[in-house]
């Protein structure tokens, strides 16, 4: 399952308030749904758990990070993917919405 992470700047990281994934997907399922291309892989970005943070309002956070694993791409039709982390070009509170995590 794929890791859809939400997080926001603290100087020159990136981090996840509450220190763990909004939820978990499919790739599959979220590739269309968040915008995700091949060209949104990210080479050098990681986001960090802040688990000593409380989870934070989508609103007030700034960005979307999808983390992949081998499992992940296994039996993938999409082949161009790759292990790591991808970013979607869509803010946070939409991401919930187009994932369902919370109403319309």
Do not use: N
Request: net charge neutral.
């Amino acid at each position: 399952m794929a890791k859809v992470w939400f997080v926001r700047r603290r100087g020159a990281e990136w981090i996840a308030p509450g220190g763990a994934p909004v939820c978990q997907a499919p790739l599959a399922e979220l590739i269309f749904k968040l915008d995700l291309g091949p060209q949104r892989w990210l080479s050098h970005e990681r986001p960090a758990p802040a688990a000593e943070l409380p989870r934070e309002e989508p609103q007030s956070l700034t960005k979307v990070m999808i983390e992949t694993g081998v499992d992940d791409l296994a039996g993938q039709m999409l082949t161009t993917y790759r292990v790591g982390f991808y970013d979607s070009p869509y803010p946070p509170s939409e991401v919930s919405r187009r994932l369902g995590l919370v109403a319309d």
